[in-house]
């Protein structure tokens, strides 16, 4: 991953703070939480106005590309995750501990939801993606198959960021959450249908040095719809 990452700064000193956004959004999510904090608020390759990767990467590949804009600051940042990027913020915590002081993760998809399996795909549809590859059916009417079956994530996307797509919903990050050693902070929507509550509950038991803060009246949006809550987070860190 050789992209550019674009971004805003925030306050006049060295960024404290690099916060990474949700999936389908963009950095301006974190606009009100990091107000008058020195940090940095990251276009997510693929995502605003940055380019997306060259191959098809999950979050580990996300990671290490935010490893080279963290040793650029020249700081141990506390690193802010909503859903994706919390992915990518949980990963980058585990491999590189060296460069973050703190974690605040907020409506992570870190673990499956304990009512949900993986999914597979059905039998029709793996009958459709064989006659593709026999050349039986063209590719206009698999792509026509794969929209109708996706979900809106999926069908909002194409080329390489649907491939990144697909891997990254099937990833879980038990490994890596027992691997941090930072403090974690978890902030969470009781209305979350996206990441139910039980997820953040299930991955705080892997984590040593971890507090949730659950925030009443809000679903899966908190960087937007509870900002204050994600910026106390920020501060207990800092």
Same mark, same amino acid.
């Given at each position: 991953m050789d992209g550019i990452l674009f971004g805003d700064r925030y306050g006049s000193a060295e960024a404290r703070v690099v916060a990474l956004h949700g999936?389908?959004?963009?950095?301006?999510?974190f606009a009100e939480v990091l107000d008058g904090l020195d940090a940095v608020s990251v276009?997510?390759?693929g995502f605003g106005t940055s380019p997306p990767p060259a191959g098809v990467v999950g979050a580990p590949g996300y990671a290490e590309l935010m490893a080279a804009l963290v040793e650029e600051l020249g700081t141990r940042p506390v690193l802010v995750g909503h859903s994706f990027g919390g992915r990518v913020a949980a990963v980058f915590a585990a491999e590189r501990p060296d460069l973050v002081s703190g974690l605040?993760? #907020?409506g992570v998809p870190l673990l499956r939801p304990g009512d949900r399996p993986a999914r597979k795909p059905s039998t029709a549809y793996r009958l459709v993606r064989w006659a593709n590859k026999a050349g039986l059916i063209s590719d206009r009417r698999l792509e026509r198959e794969k929209r109708r079956r996706g979900s809106a994530d999926y069908r909002a996307v194409s080329g390489v960021m649907r491939e990144v797509l697909v891997r990254v919903v099937n990833e879980t990050y038990e490994t890596e959450l027992a691997r941090v050693e930072c403090p974690v902070r978890m902030v969470w929507g009781a209305d979350d249908r996206e990441?139910?509550?039980?997820?953040?509950?299930?991955?705080?038991?892997l984590l040593d040095d971890v507090r949730l803060?659950? #925030?009443d009246g809000c679903g899966h949006d908190v960087p937007r719809l509870a900002p204050h809550?994600?910026?106390?987070?920020?501060?207990?860190l800092l």
């Open positions: 999936w389908g959004r963009d950095r301006r999510d276009d997510l390759p605040v993760l #907020v990441v139910p509550l039980e997820v953040a509950q299930r991955s705080a038991a803060d659950v #925030v809550r994600v910026r106390l987070a920020i501060e207990e």
